[in-house]
Nanobody
Framework: QVQLVESGGSAVQTGGSLSLPCAAS????????MSWFLQAPGKERELVATITSASSTTNYADFVKGRFTISRDNAKNTLYLQMNSLKPEDTAVYFC???????????WGQGTQVTVSS
């Protein structure tokens, strides 16, 4: 059974930091590209960052560049998002996503809430 479980969401003040892990199971994690998305209240889900299966390439949305870092540990089947210099506009539910283009396989986690207060 495929599972992606995000955790680490919390309420923090502006300028604070959080680290979000996403634990994967039930599929071959190391063969999947991974991404973080966020969804703010009343808005559509949007891409935050992506990382290739071997961590060779990362990409970031402009609004998080220089503040967030995506990484993965294939030995631990875990994806991470390090979030620094948090702003109130970063308040959202954060989701991890697994994607393998060769098999058209896509999996989503259930999300974790991040709230940044001013």
């Amino acid at each position: 059974q495929v599972q992606l479980v995000e955790s680490g969401g919390s309420a923090v003040q502006t300028g604070g930091s959080l680290s979000l892990p996403c634990a994967a199971s039930g599929f071959t994690f190391s063969t999947y590209a991974m991404s973080w998305f966020l969804q703010a209240p009343g808005k559509e889900r949007e891409l935050v960052a992506t990382i290739t299966s071997a961590s060779s390439t990362t990409n970031y949305a402009d609004f998080v560049k220089g503040r967030f870092t995506i990484s993965r540990d294939n030995a631990k089947n875990t994806l991470y998002l390090q979030m620094n210099s948090l702003k109130p506009e970063d308040t959202a539910v954060y989701f991890c996503k697994a994607r393998r283009t060769a098999t058209f396989s896509t999996y989503w986690g259930q999300g974790t809430q991040v709230t940044v207060s001013s």
